[in-house]
């Protein structure tokens, strides 16, 4: 198994650039979740997924999009990349909540997008 | 949501025990008590997680306190692929996650 795989490792872009991150997984996990990480701090959530078709907002959403087509993909889109965006972006996935197991279910995280904005 | 407080590191030598620190005295009684972990150029990593009782696992053991206020995160002997930042959670209502910015622990050969 590959768990969660994101594509690309590395970026760099211009200001006002776009592209697309794609995350896969393939644990057939429902839920599914796009992080930042800039230096010394935490991860903060900017989009997750609770299942195919839906998105919704989490901590810092402005400036991306994403999109939920298919269960195993999850992308983020920067529409006009700006410096701000400068991070490091982590995709994860999981199990719908458990109250049996505590509600949130360990999430499995992938190896990062190294984003880079001139 | 409630908060936690971690030190900002902490150092073992390696093949020690080390007893990681997590204070949550505003946890609620819905909270689960999660523990994530990120080595170097990784994602973050499931370690464990409890409601009230010591939880025990491959990686690590979970000890919560009576009054759940606090947690400690221990790792029995310390390896050096065991240098990370370790991430003390609390997971309520929902399945979202809030990182803050751990605890960097350097483990010395």
């Known amino acids: 198994n590959a768990g969660v795989t994101q594509t690309p490792k590395f970026r760099v872009l211009k200001t006002g650039q776009s592209m697309t991150l794609l995350c896969a997984q393939d644990m057939n996990h429902e839920y599914m979740y796009w992080y930042r990480q800039d230096p010394g701090m935490g991860l903060r959530l900017i989009h997750y997924?609770?299942?195919?078709?839906?998105?919704a907002k989490g901590e810092v959403p402005d400036g991306y999009n994403v999109s939920r087509l298919k269960k195993q993909n999850f992308l983020l889109g920067l529409e006009s990349a700006a410096p701000s965006q400068t991070s490091v972006y982590f995709c994860?996935?999981?199990?719908?909540?458990?109250?049996?197991?505590?509600?949130?279910?360990?999430?499995?995280f992938g190896d990062g997008t190294r984003l880079s904005i001139l | 949501d409630a908060k936690t407080t971690q030190p900002n590191s902490m150092e073992s030598n390696e093949e020690e025990p080390v007893h990681l620190p997590c204070n949550h005295s505003t946890i609620s009684g819905t909270d689960y008590i999660h523990w994530y972990r990120q080595l170097p150029s990784q994602g973050p990593e499931y370690v464990i997680h409890g409601l009230t009782s010591n939880v025990n696992n491959r990686m690590a053991s979970l000890a919560i306190a009576e009054d759940r206020k606090s947690s400690t995160l221990i790792l029995h002997r310390a390896t050096l692929r065991d240098a990370a930042v370790y991430y003390c959670i609390l997971g309520g209502s929902n399945y979202k996650l809030t990182f803050g910015k751990g605890t960097l622990l350097t483990v010395n050969p």
């Open positions: 994860a996935s999981s199990y719908p909540p458990n109250p049996d197991r505590g509600l949130n279910q360990p999430q499995h």
């Open positions: 997924s609770v299942g195919e078709g839906t998105t």
